[in-house]
């Protein structure tokens, strides 16, 4: 009986809900029901009290009477309840950057995809993700939970839903605080609260004298909480309840944190989740002025194509928007803290920094080759990387340093070497490692019988079949 009414009630259109609340307690689509303002929690009228213009500037109204929350500026994050099935939908609209729903300034998209997460029956998984037509670049996103840190003390509840039990859905967005109950607690009002899906669900509202609550046309919206840094976190998405704000009865919320992983993966598969773009820099280098560089950065994850900045570049070098390639000639000796930037289409950012030390000519301190060499497989004529050395005087130390970093599958293929400006040749690695990856060591050789100035080669073989890599980059200290 329980699962029925559930699932009848919270799929069912708004004007179903009256009817069902007169047949008795029904279990009622979770619609926000919001209360007093930051404060005690007393007895409340179901409607709350009015949020100001931009106080959440993340909720989003949809079309079939719900709520909801941007997740990422194409993704409304809601209930499973209010959508229908995962597939192409183009019949919702979203409204987003208001509190009155008629205000000329809001702005509007249409929905071409929604995703119902999987398995969802009417008890618990009360989750879903509805791609909009294009982003809305402009709105803030919701963070959310992914552990139970803040499931204690009150929540913040918003919608344009119902005012009292029964009502009609409101113009003008209400804001309440509702407090967290145990899931014991909870599952101790009977009838269809002892279901209670612990772990799926979270309860809040005034367990004893009721009076703040969620109630019909606020489902799919989100419960909220500030965390340390003073940020909204989403805890829980309306979800269900029996009646509105009844002693006894509190709200039930889909339990955010529970479901993270599973709404990151399934915005990812639609187009990217929010920060899911991962950036691999080039790592720390060392030049010296005068000598040109290319500096090689990846991306992964995000939609893309990206879109790269970089913040701190020395003077004389800068980055490609296309590829995130830095190149150029540093003209200015110091240490720099550069940071490389991606912006994916889907408005996912992510970062990665390193320290870019530029030594004036003739302090040969180091210098860094980072362009990327294919090493062929069973090649064992060698491909070479080059470093060039000038404006300094006399020859290398007893502990010169090369420090090598090749990408590539079963290191004991390598035979890697230091080829001096004389063509003397200084083993570095040879064929050890066995079936491990990559090598990323810092060798100590004796160059104290070579002059500086010249070009120093990194030469690499594979010196068996199948596996295969690259040079990416290498540094030389003398």
């Known amino acids: ?8 009630l919270r799929a069912g259109a708004i004007a179903l809900a009256g009817a069902m609340l007169a047949l ?51 993704l409304v994050l809601t209930a499973a309840h209010c959508v229908g099935a995962t597939g192409n939908n183009t019949s919702i609209t979203a409204t987003w950057g208001v509190v009155d729903l008629q205000d000329p300034t809001r702005t509007t998209r249409t929905s071409n995809y929604v995703y119902r997460a999987p398995g969802y029956n009417g008890n618990g998984k009360d989750w879903a993700l509805i791609r909009l037509s294009s982003p809305i670049t402009a709105a803030p996103l919701l963070k959310i939970a992914t552990d139970t840190s803040l499931h204690s003390g009150n929540f913040q509840v918003m919608g344009w839903g119902a005012a009292t039990e029964g009502g009609g859905q409101q113009r003008y967005l209400l804001k309440a605080q509702v407090p967290f109950i145990s899931d014991t607690q909870c599952q101790g009002a ?99 002025v005068g000598n040109a560089v290319t500096l090689n ?5 995000g939609t893309s194509p990206y879109s790269w900045s970089a913040s701190g570049l020395p003077a004389g070098t800068s980055i490609n928007s296309s590829t995130g390639q830095i190149t150029g000639t540093p ?89 001096a400006p004389d063509g003397s040749v200084y083993n570095l690695h040879n064929r050890s490692g066995g079936s491990t990856d990559n090598i990323d060591t810092i060798y100590t050789v004796n160059l104290s019988s070579e002059v500086k100035n010249g070009t120093w080669r990194l030469r690499a073989r594979d010196a068996a079949s199948i596996d295969t890599g690259y040079i990416n980059s290498w540094t030389l200290t003398l």
């Open 297 to 301: 950065s990846s991306a992964s994850g």
């Open 331 to 419: 003209s200015t000796a110091g240490t720099y803290t550069v940071t490389v930037t991606v912006n994916d289409s889907a408005g996912g950012t992510g970062t990665a920094s390193f320290t870019w030390t530029v030594n004036p000519v003739g302090s040969c301190a180091a210098a860094t080759n980072g362009t990327d060499v294919s090493i062929p497989d069973n090649n064992t004529t060698g491909v070479y990387s080059n470093i060039t050395i000038s404006g300094c005087t006399g020859n290398g130390s007893t502990t010169s340093k090369v420090e090598v970093h090749i990408v590539h599958t079963y290191k004991g293929d390598l035979i890697v070497d230091l080829v």
């Open 190 to 288: 009977g009838g269809s609260y002892s279901g209670l899906i612990f772990n799926e669900e979270i309860c809040a509202g005034n367990y004893t004298s009721g009076g703040v609550d969620t109630c019909q046309g606020d489902s799919g919206g989100p419960m909220v909480k500030r965390n340390a840094s003073n940020e909204w976190i989403q805890i829980g998405i309306v979800s269900w309840g029996i009646g509105c704000a009844r002693p006894q009865n509190p709200g039930v919320y889909t339990e955010v944190r529970y479901f993270a992983t599973d709404i990151y993966n399934a915005a990812v598969s639609l187009g990217g989740a929010p920060g899911g773009v991962s950036v691999t820099g080039p790592g720390n280098q060392s030049t010296t």
């Open 24 to 74: 008795g307690s029904a279990a009622v689509p979770a619609q926000a029901a919001p209360a007093a303002d930051p404060g005690p929690i007393t007895p409340q009228v179901v409607g709350g009290t009015p949020a100001a213009q931009g106080e959440f500037p993340w909720i989003v109204r949809l079309s079939m009477g719900c709520g909801g929350a941007m997740y990422t500026p194409s």
């Open 1 to 8: 009986m329980r699962n029925s009414l559930r699932t009848a």
